[in-house]
């Protein structure tokens, strides 16, 4: 599934059509400090460690089941690029085999995706227990301690890597005016069916039309997104 964001100018704000079952949405352009950025953390924070504490028993059982299955390492952790360019370590669930970086080459033939994301919809690298982790995105539960860090956002633009960053343009570098966020756009319209471009330019709509009410909007159509598990692979 694949969806799309169009963004309308009216004079001093922007309307965004519906995008996912989103509502038509005019918002204000957004403002990258002040008030309304302040309010953005502390709701961030505040609902990310509610949330380590009301989900603390799940996380143990699934913690000890990825130990159990393999006997590798539980977390997965990977440099992504966040807010202006810094570098930060995100946290997963582990959801492939322990070397599975190292046999990345090996399937570089198989990548059904853009360069340079990869993916492969039935990639041999994943446990049993990954398969199920991923497709319920309880594997991204631990980038809530990225959220409390201050590194990521609930919602905003996917987190990218290094080597996605150093490909963008001036242009594009405009998504990485915000702080990368657990859910956003390209959570709710297809994950990983999504081309790298049309990622980018779901990313650039958000960073665009930033609201709070908009990441209201999102965090509620995640919740369908999850439970269907469109592009959840």
């Given amino acids: 599934m694949s969806g ?8 001093p704000r922007t309307t965004i059509r519906p995008t996912a079952g989103l509502p038509l949405l005019p918002i204000d352009h957004p403002e990258f400090s002040g008030a309304r950025l302040v309010i ?8 990310a460690l509610v949330a380590l504490i009301v989900t603390a028993p799940l996380l143990a059982v699934l913690a000890l089941a990825i130990r159990l299955d393999d006997g590798g390492p539980v977390l997965f952790k990977q440099t992504r690029v966040g807010k202006h360019g810094r570098a930060f370590c995100v946290y997963k669930f582990r959801t492939m085999v322990p070397d599975a970086e190292a046999r990345k080459t090996s399937l570089a033939c198989d990548n059904e995706q853009q360069w340079p994301l990869f993916k492969i919809r039935r ?15 309880l594997d991204e539960l ?38 990368p966020g657990m859910t956003g756009l390209w959570q709710v319209n297809g994950r990983s069916d999504l081309p790298w471009d049309e990622s980018v330019r ?24 999850v439970v269907r598990g469109w592009g959840a692979y």
């Fill in 4 to 11: 799309h964001a169009a963004v309308t100018p009216a004079g």
């Fill in 40 to 47: 953005k953390s502390v709701f961030d924070k505040a609902f």
């Fill in 123 to 137: 990639d041999p690298r994943l446990t049993r227990l990954g398969t199920s982790l991923r497709r319920w995105s």
């Fill in 142 to 179: 631990p980038q809530l301690l990225n959220v409390v860090a201050g590194e990521m956002s609930l919602v905003g633009p996917r987190p990218a890597l290094p080597e996605e960053a150093a490909m963008y343009g001036d242009h594009v570098r405009r998504r990485l005016a915000v702080k």
């Fill in 202 to 225: 779901l990313d650039l709509s958000y960073v665009e039309n930033w609201s709070l009410m908009l990441d209201l909007h999102i965090l509620w159509k995640t919740w369908a997104a």
